[in-house]
């Protein structure tokens, strides 16, 4: 119930502590308060109440009550409670513990617990001690060294056990795993597999086909040395494709930090997961297209939302109510069995056998004992994966989402529409350069995640959050945010934009000539790119800034120092620019790692002389893996190399410039 007095405060209202305590907040005539089970009450005014409303309203970009836990940062800053990035993170892990379903949400009123216990100590002693109460929950003592002494984390059993699951089937038959796989999901079997590096390379290269040259992988020996330069490979690597390994290292999986390696690999698992839910991946996906619906609607789709508009699709043919989510609408399990009996293969085509649901599962009357019957025509499927019975009853967002994502890579049932009148031409996929921009993004752990590299910039929020990254100061209280009125909308959007592109000419010192705010906000390719190019470049040369190379680094100075560093290795290798033909051939970016790091090049693995197209490709996947092994964090992709990209060619050889220059600093 909404208070006439202050719209959008409740008179009173309740919340659970991580800890299990209720919380009771209340608004009276002295202001409001919280009363726990101990009786104690922390005092909050209205106004400071109305300011944290505020604040909230600001980051719930989708008014949907709640923000994730990615987005407190940002929610402190509004709140004027600046807090540094690890703590923030410390917060949002302990709290996400206590998720009952594991949507990784937070409401208004959970967080105004959060904020009330950050002022007074002794509540906050109580929020670190006793999160290893619930049940189902796993704590243990920090190992970073940005942790606090003493700091909890947690994590949830069942996310560790479908882990474990999903990775002993996909590497079953993986010679190089023989030593880890299958894991004991009983165990911690899981923290200890990842410490040599192998493992997670692996998972990487089959979420991302190719992204790490299996031959840079130290599979043979392994030492703490071996296994710490594959660690240092899997991390850089799961950067290049999009994951956010911000404050994770090499020493962290060593240690088999469990919250932090559920969190790796959850991200790993969840970019193969959803690679094909993806119209420009899967034409079939036209068939969602909704009557009188624009195509431009189902493209700016994110593969959550395509993946519950899928499955309605089939609940719709089936005649039973439609889902609005992963969790407290799945946890019956009715929606699954219907589902299942859409997808299943009907034997129309050659050699498919035909697999019939048993439906008789829909009159058990036990929730838990239904999913149980559910997951055995699934298993019919081979796709018993991710959940089980308790994870479906509980409503496991994360798991039922996976769940769910695992049947639509492995039964679609889509058929593309023959005759819709639709331009294919509109499907065509992001170009190399662009998801190569989107990974760096999301690598950066902006929020939202950046599933579409123009029309999820058009608001500007992510522009203004990279601006931060390249230490560009944003004034956010000039910045507009979710949810926007339906009326002004757009306009609020151009706003965004209009100060994205006045910080990138003024602050930032970027050649913006001809771009404007409307270009970006229209999601013009053109403009788009040539501001999120001076981004990733800044970003990249940053460091070289970083270590005292100076303040202006331009292009001659990079070039400058790539060709002497190759004559004092005394290489044949030279360069004139970035766009120079023999980069082609990769050999100035492995001469040029040989000479920092001798020990990393493996001359039996590299082409010279004379080269096929294979060859030259072959030596450009060597050259990107061994860069990232060597600890430079290169977003590039191997065809960059064999197609001379300058400005990605350019990323490779900064990138290489820091990492030497740092080891020298060092």
Known sequence: ???????????????????????????????????????????????????????????????????????????????????????????????????????????????????????????????????????????????????????????????????????????????????????????????????????????????????????????????????????????????????????????????????????????????????????????????????????????????????LRWVNYHLDAAGWKQIRNFSEDIKDSRAYFHLLDQISPKGD???????????????????????????????????????????????????????????????PALSKPSDNGIDLAMLEGESREDRTFRNWMNSLGVSPYVNHLYSDLMDGLIILQLYERIQVAVDWRRVNRPPYSILGSNMKKLENCNYAVDLGKKEAKFSLVGIGGENINEGSPMHTLALVWQLMRRYTVKVLSDIGVGEKVNDQIIIDWVNSTLQKGQKDSFINSFKDKSISTSLPVIDLIHTIAPSAIKSEMVKRGDMSAEDKLNNAKYAISVARKIGAKVYALPDDLVEVNPKMVMTVFACLMGRSLNKVEG
């Open 1 to 307: 119930m909404e208070s006439d007095l202050w719209p959008g405060i409740w008179p009173y209202s309740w919340t659970r502590r991580p800890s299990g305590t209720m919380i009771v907040i209340f608004f009276g005539e002295r202001g409001s308060g919280e009363c726990g089970m101990e009786d104690n009450v922390t005092q909050i005014s209205r106004e400071d109440l109305q300011d944290l409303r505020e604040a909230f309203n600001k980051i719930d970009i989708d008014n949907s009550g709640y923000v994730s836990d990615f987005e407190l940062q940002e929610l402190f800053r509004e709140a004027s409670f600046s807090l540094p990035g690890y703590k923030v993170r410390e917060i949002a892990e302990k709290f996400i513990a206590g998720d009952t379903n594991k949507d990784e949400k937070i409401s208004f009123e959970e967080f105004v617990a959060i904020y009330q216990e950050l002022r007074s100590k002794e509540v906050r002693e109580t929020f670190r001690k006793t999160i290893s109460r619930r049940d189902g929950i796993r704590s243990f003592g920090g190992t970073s060294g940005i942790s606090s002494e003493g700091t909890q984390h947690s994590y949830a059993d069942e996310e560790k056990v479908a882990f474990v699951n999903w990775i002993n089937k996909a590497l079953a038959n993986d010679p190089d795993c023989k030593h880890l796989i299958p894991m004991d999901p009983s165990d911690d079997s899981l923290f200890k597999s990842v410490k040599d590096g192998i493992l997670l390379c692996k998972m990487i290269n089959l979420s991302q086909p190719d992204t790490i040259d299996e031959r840079v992988i130290s599979t043979k020996k392994r030492t703490t040395f071996t296994m710490t330069e594959n660690l240092i490979l899997a991390l850089n690597s799961a950067s290049a494709i999009g994951c956010t390994v911000v404050n994770i290292d090499a020493q962290d999986m060593i240690a088999g930090t469990p919250h932090l390696v559920l969190g790796l690999l959850w991200q790993i698992i969840k970019i193969g997961l959803f690679a094909d839910i993806e119209l420009s991946r899967n034409e079939a996906l036209i068939a969602l297209l909704g009557e009188s619906e624009e195509l431009d609607h189902l493209l700016s789709m994110s593969p959550e939302e395509l993946l």
């Open 349 to 411: 085509g050659d050699d498919e056998m035909r697999i019939v649901i048993d439906m008789s599962g829909l009159n058990e009357p036990d929730d838990e004992k239904r999913a149980e019957l559910m997951l055995r025509q699934a298993a019919r499927l081979d796709c018993r994966q991710f959940v089980t019975p308790q994870d479906v009853v509980a409503g496991n967002h994360k798991l039922n989402m996976a769940f769910v994502a695992n049947l639509f890579n492995m039964f």
